[in-house]
Each structure stands twice: as structure tokens, then as C-alpha cells.
């Protein structure tokens, strides 16, 4: 079964950081790409970044700079570093992982930056 469980998510003041984790199981994580999606309240889910089982990484436009996506194969995980914080950052963050035609998501993780 496979499984992916977010973490590090909370409330920040707007121009702050914090690291979201997700951590993998059942599957052979390195093989996958793994992403970050995001779904603020009334909005459609979005993209915020993906890395690849080689390392290549994509960022939507709106976090370019600001945010950082890593992944550790030894640790089966996958890490979100989001600097410079803006209120409209606000959402509910889902780890997404995919490999062909199988596709994973894990259940989210509330980030509010409001002062």
C-alpha cells in the first residue's frame, strides 16, 4: 500500500519560511516524480513544483525564487522549502507522486501566513 504523509505545515507571518516534508512508503520512491500541488479555499488545485527521478525540477511562476523542491531517496522523501511567504500562499498543500500511469497523493497539509 502505498502511502504519502505530509508534514511541516502551520501558520507563519507573511515574508517567513517553512519546510514541508513528505515522507513515502510501499513504492519505489526513486523512480518517481514527485510534486507539490496546492488548493486555496474557492480555488482550483494547482501546481507549485515538480522534481523528477533524475532531479529536474519545475516551479510555477508564482513561487519561482521563493520556493525550493528537494528529495532525499535515502529518506524516501520529498521537501518543499518556501521562503519569502506571502499571504497569498495560503492554502492546503498536497504532496502528488507519479510513476506512468500510477499517481498518489497524500491527504495535506494547512500553510497560512497572515500576521
Known amino acids: 500500500q502505498v502511502q504519502l504523509v505530509e508534514s511541516g505545515g502551520g501558520l507563519v507571518q507573511p515574508g517567513g519560511s517553512l519546510r514541508l516534508s513528505c515522507a513515502v512508503s510501499?513504492?519505489?520512491?526513486?523512480?518517481?516524480?514527485m510534486g507539490w500541488y496546492r488548493q486555496a479555499p474557492g480555488k482550483q488545485r494547482e501546481l507549485v513544483a515538480t522534481?523528477?527521478?533524475?532531479?529536474?525540477?519545475n516551479y510555477a511562476d508564482s513561487v519561482k525564487g521563493r520556493f525550493t523542491i528537494s528529495r532525499d531517496n535515502a529518506k524516501n522523501t520529498v521537501y518543499l522549502q518556501m521562503n519569502s511567504l506571502k499571504p497569498e500562499d495560503t492554502a492546503v498543500y498536497y504532496c502528488?507522486?507519479?510513476?506512468?500511469?500510477?499517481?498518489?497523493w497524500g491527504q495535506g497539509t494547512q500553510v497560512t501566513v497572515s500576521s
Open positions: 510501499g513504492t519505489i520512491f526513486r523512480l518517481y516524480t
Open positions: 522534481i523528477t527521478s533524475t532531479g529536474s525540477t
Open positions: 502528488n507522486g507519479r510513476l506512468g500511469i500510477m499517481e498518489y
